[in-house]
């Protein structure tokens, strides 16, 4: 089994920046690619950005150029470093870690609010 938990969400003001972590523990085997997506409140949940096991990584248009995405291999844990926040991306992160299936972590909140 493997668990996922996130952390660095929180309230911040527009323009700012935060850092997301992922750490995965557990029964981790032959990761492919971790990543994240975001809930908005009354919104489906949209794909935001992933990293390929070998370091390729890919974003979603409304977030190129604002967030960026790395890995720690060793330590199996992705980063989502988020600058220049806005309201709209006011959102519960998850993050997820493709093996031979699918997991997710719990979420973590992230509020852009003057």
């Known amino acids: 089994q493997v668990q996922l938990v996130e952390s660095g969400g929180g309230l911040v003001q527009p323009g700012g920046s935060l850092r997301l972590s992922c750490a995965a523990s557990?029964?981790?085997?032959?990761?492919?690619?971790m990543g994240w997506y975001r809930q908005a409140p009354g919104e489906e949940r949209e794909w935001v950005a992933h990293?390929?096991?070998?370091?390729?990584?890919n974003y979603a248009d409304s977030v190129k150029g604002r967030f960026t995405i790395s890995r720690d291999n060793a330590k199996d844990t992705v980063f989502l470093q988020i600058d220049n926040l806005k309201a709209e991306d006011t959102a519960v992160y998850y993050c997820?870690?493709?093996?031979?299936?699918?997991?997710w972590g719990q979420g973590t909140q992230v509020t852009v609010s003057s």
């Open positions: 990293i390929s096991s070998g370091g390729s990584t």
């Open positions: 997820f870690l493709d093996s031979q299936r699918r997991y």
């Open positions: 557990g029964s981790v085997f032959s990761i492919n690619a």
